[in-house]
T-cell receptor, first 110, second 115 residues
Framework: GIQVEQSPPDLILQEGANSTLRCNFSDSVNNLQWFHQNPWGQLINLFY???GTKQNGRLSATTVATERYSLLYISSSQTTDSGVYFCAVVPGGGADGLTFGKGTHLIIQP | GAVVSQHPSWVICKSGTSVKIECRSL??????MFWYRQFPKQSLMLMATSNEGSKATYEQGVEKDKFLINHASLTLSTLTVTSAHPEDSSFYICSATPGVFYEQYFGPGTRLTVT
């Protein structure tokens, strides 16, 4: 099946810093989503971005489908940005469930 | 928009009993719903895919007789954990989508503890 690798696995930053999270995937995809999992386990949809670039406030994401990677940018980090960020994909050609990467655990220190 | 609910939020049951978890799409019709499981400090793993009115498709290694899935309508799917054992303790999360090439929306999850 498709492989999804996220880096870095852990990231500790000071409040106000910028960060870039990476997601590499091993095959073509129909769907790519970025999520933030809060401390209660709820997955918050950040971006649906199988290709192209999107921005939402301090967050933006870019997916280069031909090179099989996606990047999530967080600018001017706040302590509330702490948590686990997941990249998840649906392989091309199917209406399947998402395959998740292992996540990036982000800690923003005040 | 695009709200998915799950009930219950958490449940504790004794070994050998069955537990039913409901997943509802509140403001859209979900052609497909999915069930995932997440163990502590791990990622989410897809368990099964359910389409309204048809049998669920289970991922390799997931026992379909233990995890019964019913997708009775375009807004409701249920997961029943039968004869639960302590190793079934986990965080179960459902998602729903209006169709192919649409994003998936996740419920808040159900934390199951089997004693």
């Amino acid at each position: 099946g498709i492989q999804v690798e996220q880096s870095p696995p852990d990231l500790i930053l000071q409040e106000g810093a910028n960060s870039t999270l990476r997601c590499n995937f091993s095959d073509s995809v129909n769907n790519l989503q970025w999520f933030h999992q809060n401390p209660w386990g709820q997955l918050i949809n950040l971006f649906y971005i199988p290709s192209g670039t999107k921005q939402n406030g301090r967050l933006s994401a870019t997916t280069v489908a031909t090179e099989r990677y996606s990047l999530l940018y967080i600018s001017s980090s706040q302590t509330t940005d702490s948590g686990v960020y997941f990249c998840a994909v649906v392989p091309g050609g199917g209406a399947d469930g998402l395959t998740f990467g292992k996540g990036t655990h982000l800690i923003i220190q005040p | 928009g695009a709200v998915v609910s799950q009930h219950p939020s958490w449940v504790i049951c004794k070994s050998g009993t069955s537990v039913k978890i409901e997943c509802r799409s509140l403001d859209f019709q979900a052609t497909t719903m999915f069930w995932y499981r997440q163990f502590p400090k791990q990622s989410l793993m897809l368990m099964a895919t359910s389409n309204e009115g048809s049998k669920a498709t289970y991922e390799q290694g997931v026992e379909k007789d233990k995890f019964l899935i019913n997708h009775a309508s375009l807004t409701l799917s249920t997961l029943t954990v039968t004869s639960a054992h302590p190793e079934d303790s986990s965080f179960y999360i459902c998602s729903a989508t209006p169709g192919v090439f649409y994003e998936q929306y996740f419920g808040p999850g159900t934390r199951l503890t089997v004693t």
